[in-house]
């Protein structure tokens, strides 16, 4: 009877023993995976991007399936593409791609915010561009004819911007640079010069 009791107590303890031993492990597993997503928030906050991928996918690592875990992952993901089109000046894929991050539910509020600038930025120097499209198209009529005064006024709308020397505008600027350098040459001699005109439009057969 005393050796059955001694087995049954010995099953009793050893169990406990295996018991306490899971419960342990998963809660270090639970410490290790809220450090390395603490880890992976900080470098998010200091522009270390790289650093916070491993330390997400270490995360991943304690806890496989944890969908929070998966969510700060992709959208990292997404940001890092992100800018890379916008080094790579493929600016409207990369405004596509920030919209993405930007509106990822339960996304990193840090990245939110950021995305949030970039693609409103982005979104201001298309329509900045389109603008400036038409002053420059315009500038380039009237110097054409003649009018290089008036084609200057027109590119100063585009040169005199205040962020013209951002990296959007490369290409309009370097463009209205070179109309203006010309126009500059042939101002001295635009008083004796004759103006060109367009000629008419012929009428359309009725």
């Known amino acids: 009877m005393k050796k059955k009791i001694l087995t049954g107590l010995s099953i009793i303890v050893i169990a406990i023993i295996f018991v306490g031993f899971g419960f342990t492990k998963n809660v270090e597993i639970e410490k290790e995976y809220q450090r390395a997503m603490d880890r992976g928030i900080e470098a998010v906050k200091k522009m270390h991007y790289q650093a916070a991928k491993i330390d997400f996918q270490d995360a991943l690592k304690r806890k496989p399936n944890d969908r929070t875990a998966k969510q700060n992952l992709n959208q990292l993901n997404f940001y890092i593409n992100a800018k890379k089109e916008l080094k790579n000046k493929n600016y409207q894929q990369a405004s596509a791609i920030f919209k993405q991050v930007a509106t990822q539910e339960h996304g990193?509020?840090?990245?939110?915010?950021?995305?949030?600038?970039?693609?409103?930025?982005?979104?201001?120097?298309?329509?900045?561009?389109?603008?400036?499209?038409?002053?420059?198209?315009?500038?380039?009529?009237?110097?054409?004819e003649g009018n290089y005064s008036a084609s200057n006024h027109k590119l100063s709308l585009i040169l005199e911007y205040r962020n013209i020397d951002q990296s959007y505008y490369d290409q309009i600027r370097t463009k209205a640079k070179q109309l203006k350098e010309s126009n500059d040459k042939n101002i001295p001699n635009e008083?004796?010069?004759?103006?060109?005109?367009?000629?008419?439009?012929?009428?359309?057969?009725?």
Do not use: G
């Not at 995305?115 to 002053?135: P, Q, S």
């Open 108 to 144: 990193i509020n840090v990245l939110v915010r950021r995305a949030t600038a970039y693609y409103t930025e982005l979104d201001e120097a298309e329509e900045e561009l389109a603008v400036f499209k038409k002053h420059y198209q315009k500038a380039v009529d009237l110097s054409d």
């Open 191 to 206: 008083q004796s010069a004759p103006r060109k005109t367009k000629a008419p439009a012929e009428p359309e057969p009725k």
